[in-house]
């Protein structure tokens, strides 16, 4: 299951598949820190750093966003 990526982030891929631009950056830093105090990595990198992992992570879909509901509600209206 495991097995050695090499990552280039593409922020943008990433928004197209979640479209709320400010709760990417809160979801890596919570992962990034479970990963530094006790959750192991699902993937594997040359690169060491739990930000990187984790931005790895949710670019894969290896983790999501919990009660996306609450969060688009917070899109404005904008036409």
């Given at each position: 299951?495991?097995k050695?990526?090499?990552?280039e982030?593409?922020?943008?891929?990433?928004?197209?598949k979640?479209?709320?631009?400010?709760?990417?950056?809160?979801?890596?830093?919570?992962?990034?820190?479970?990963?530094r105090?006790y959750?192991?990595?699902?993937?594997?990198?040359?690169?060491?750093n739990?930000?990187?992992?984790?931005f790895?992570?949710?670019?894969?879909?290896?983790?999501?966003?919990?009660?996306?509901?609450?969060?688009?509600?917070?899109?404005?209206?904008?036409?």
């Amino acid at each position: 299951m495991e097995k050695m990526v090499k990552f280039e982030l593409k922020y943008d891929e990433i928004l197209e598949k979640i479209p709320y631009k400010y709760a990417i950056p809160v979801v890596v830093a919570k992962r990034a820190e479970a990963i530094r105090e006790y959750a192991k990595p699902f993937v594997i990198t040359e690169d060491e750093n739990p930000v990187s992992i984790a931005f790895m992570e949710l670019s894969m879909n290896y983790i999501r966003i919990k009660n996306e509901d609450i969060l688009k509600a917070l899109i404005p209206k904008v036409k």
